[in-house]
């Protein structure tokens, strides 16, 4: 099973930056598509943002698009979610997430291993 555990979460003014991390099993983080959900609460889990292997692609939902950016540091087995002028509404519970599917861009229902999540929370 692939091992994946979030940090980096917590209270953060609204406006304010924030960067997540996502430490996964050295063996299982290669070629894998790694990706950022959220989950508000009373509300579904929604994609945020994915990255290939290579970091040559990135992949993010458009509402977020510009203030979320997602990176990679293979050898450091680690994927990082920054998060800049974060709002009220980014306040959610974020997981990170694998993919073994190689499709591009991913299929969201593809992603099987997740963490166990990072609390952010932003306050008005």
């Known amino acids: 099973q692939v091992q994946l555990a979030e940090s980096g979460g917590g209270l953060v003014q609204a406006g304010g930056s924030l960067r997540l991390s996502c430490a996964a099993s050295?063996?299982?983080?290669?070629?894998?598509?790694m990706g950022w959900f959220r989950q508000a609460p009373g509300k579904e889990r929604e994609f945020v943002a994915a990255?290939?292997?290579?970091?040559?692609?990135?992949y993010y939902t458009d509402s977020l698009k510009g203030r979320f950016t997602i990176s990679r540091d293979n050898a450091k087995n680690t994927v990082y979610l920054q998060m800049y002028n974060v709002k009220s509404e980014d306040t959610a519970i974020y997981y990170c997430?694998?993919?073994?599917?190689?499709?591009?861009?991913?299929?969201?229902?593809?992603?099987?291993?997740w963490g166990q999540g990072t609390q952010v929370t932003v306050s008005s």
């Open positions: 050295a063996r299982a983080f290669s070629n894998y598509i």
């Open positions: 990255i290939r292997w290579t970091s040559t692609g990135t």
């Open positions: 997430a694998a993919n073994r599917d190689r499709t591009w861009p991913p299929i969201g229902s593809l992603f099987g291993f």
